[in-house]
């Protein structure tokens, strides 16, 4: 069954990290990975290609939604049955792939990794941020999550086939709830255990307190 799911990793300028991300990952059993190389200015997809991942790349860098948009059509082309997102900075917990994997056998069309249901210790910006963005997310869409921003999330092919997106930014999270709604997808949240290492924490692109800003204005300015 494994042999039918795929691990996609967006990815920008992760060289440093990203070759034992893809380790972790095989050492849970999950031998199918992608990485979208966001046009890294560094040798990110020549280190993802010799550790063993399929690698896609974008010549300019388009953004963390444009990555992932990327790497889900790649899965639907291969006829994926599950396709699981992770971040390729080393921040998420590789054991956790099993969590969402054998949520979205047991049914679940989306299975979403909430970073509050286990304790993490998450900056404050992030913590307000995600706060606001759940908030908005119920108001907008009716639906109820604890982390609305997490980027490690599963899919199954139902899911797959029907979600639609348009943002290349990281508005990108918030449409997917958008569309688990509209398509009455079923969902379920799942622990996840999340580190910030300096390293993650360095990341000029990561979703920082402005980004986060910027996110909550574009959300609420696509539903004006």
């Known amino acids: 069954m494994k042999g039918k799911v795929y691990i996609l990793i967006p990815a ?9 991300v893809i380790s972790d990952i095989k050492k849970q059993g999950f031998e199918n990975i992608i990485v979208i190389d966001d046009g890294s200015s560094d040798n990110t997809y020549e280190v993802a290609q010799k550790s063993g991942a399929k690698v896609l790349r ?12 990327t790497g889900l059509q790649a899965c ?3 006829n994926a049955d599950y396709v ?13 792939l099993n969590l969402i994997f054998n949520e979205l056998k047991s049914g679940c069309d989306v299975v979403l990794g909430s970073r509050f249901l286990r304790q993490n210790e998450m900056p404050l910006p992030n913590r307000i941020f995600n706060y606001v963005a759940n908030i908005l997310t119920y108001f907008f869409y009716g639906i109820k999550v604890t982390d609305s921003q997490s980027g490690f999330r599963g899919y199954n092919k139902k899911a797959l086939n029907l979600i639609e997106t348009q943002s290349e930014e990281y508005e990108f999270d918030t449409e997917v ?5 509209r398509h009455n997808l079923k969902f379920s949240e799942v622990p996840i255990m999340v580190y910030y290492t ?18 909550l204005y574009n959300i609420i300015i696509k539903q004006l």
């Open 198 to 215: 300096d390293y993650s924490r360095s990341k000029n692109r990561k979703q920082g307190f402005i980004n986060g800003l910027k996110t």
């Open 177 to 181: 709830l958008r569309e688990i709604s």
């Open 84 to 96: 699981i997102t992770m971040d390729g900075d080393g921040q998420h917990e590789s054991k956790d």
């Open 12 to 20: 920008y300028n992760e060289s440093k990290v990203i070759s034992k």
């Open 58 to 69: 974008h010549f300019i860098n388009r953004g963390k939604g444009a990555a992932v948009k």
């Open 76 to 78: 639907k082309i291969l």
